[in-house]
């Protein structure tokens, strides 16, 4: 059985507003009042781990235990089937020190040149952590294509250039609650509020 989170106080273990953002706008229903590890001045650790989860753990760990109260991180990335599973866990950096990912998009489109697969998905780990080292991770995923170029002003990261599975228009063309309805951080999401939630 899962730990119950039953605070009413989450730090959000991250220093990426678009993250922050979505997280805050999935948690809303549940009124919980989140602050951002950045509004707290919280240092960013090293992300060393080998696995979305992994990095998902290393930053929850740190914001709990910095800041005392329970902390929720997102690990996430872009997996593009053609390049074996790259970006992956190493999706930020490949938007360099000035984090432009008009550069990390073309970088990929560039690396697929005119692979056939042209298929991709976007992975979000969610990991709970608490001040004792008690921590509840999981991992969700939404599947689709990549197209080429960018399309839409919404969103953040390679949303422009992601169209998922049975859509025409890209992630950043959407509504922020469409997106919020199907993508990998919503999957993740539904599984930590399935297991770590009172909903009733
Ligand atoms: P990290 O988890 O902070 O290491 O960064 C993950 C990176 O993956 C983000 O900076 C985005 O570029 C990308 N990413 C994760 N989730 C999304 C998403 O929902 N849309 C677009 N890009 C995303």
Request: net charge negative; proline share 6%.
């Amino acid at each position: 059985m899962a730990r119950l989170f039953d605070g009413n106080k989450l730090v959000i273990a991250s220093h990426n507003k678009g993250k922050v953002r979505e997280i805050g706008e999935l948690l809303a229903p549940y009124g919980v009042e989140t602050i951002s590890a950045g509004d707290l001045g919280l240092p960013e650790p090293v992300e060393d781990g080998l696995t979305f989860i992994a990095n998902a753990e290393i930053k929850a760990l740190a914001a709990a235990k910095a800041a005392g109260i329970p902390a929720l991180a997102d690990d996430s990335g872009l997996e593009v089937n053609a390049l074996g599973g790259e970006p992956g866990i190493y999706s930020a950096r490949w938007a360099g020190p000035s984090k432009d990912f008009t550069v990390a998009m073309a970088a990929v489109n560039e690396k697929m040149g005119d692979a056939e697969d042209r298929g991709a998905n976007f992975t979000c780990a969610l990991t709970l952590a608490w001040p004792d080292g008690h921590m509840e991770s999981f991992e969700g995923k939404v599947f689709g294509d990549l197209v080429w170029p960018m399309r839409g002003e919404k969103g953040f990261g390679y949303d422009p250039v992601f169209v998922p599975t049975g859509h025409k228009v890209t992630f950043a063309e959407m509504e922020p609650a469409d997106k919020h309805a199907m993508s990998h951080r919503a999957d993740a999401f539904k599984q930590l509020i399935n297991a770590c939630f009172r909903t009733t």
